[in-house]
């Protein structure tokens, strides 16, 4: 037995599975540093991350308490550093100009 389908119901079969077969996940709120690296720090090192980001503009880090921080186990001490993209992705566009891109390692 074989099935023909016209146009028509070919296009309303694919509008009533296209739901059920999403290709995209959602972006996920916490993200490991080595995730979003090359996306949210231009693909710079943890090192320079660190140096030039976090430890430049402690109020990111959610251990110093402030609000709206969005970064947590910056130096490591036994977790992995975490960032929380909501919060990140603002700051970083309001911050964008203070970063300077092109400093060098010590």
């Not at 296009?11 to 979003?36: F, H, M, S, Y």
């Amino acid at each position: 037995m074989q099935l023909t389908l016209s146009d028509v119901d070919l296009q309303a079969l694919a509008e009533q599975i296209a739901p059920l077969i999403t290709t995209t996940q959602p972006e996920p709120d916490w993200v490991k540093l080595k995730d979003v690296r090359d996306d949210l720090f231009a693909g710079k090192s943890p090192a320079w991350i660190r140096l030039f980001i976090f430890d430049s503009f402690p109020e990111v880090q959610i251990e110093n308490g402030q609000s709206k921080a969005w970064v947590k186990g910056v130096h490591g001490q036994g977790s992995v550093t975490k960032i929380y993209l909501p919060y990140a992705r603002a700051w970083m566009h309001e911050h964008h100009d203070d970063i300077d891109w092109t400093a060098k390692m010590p």
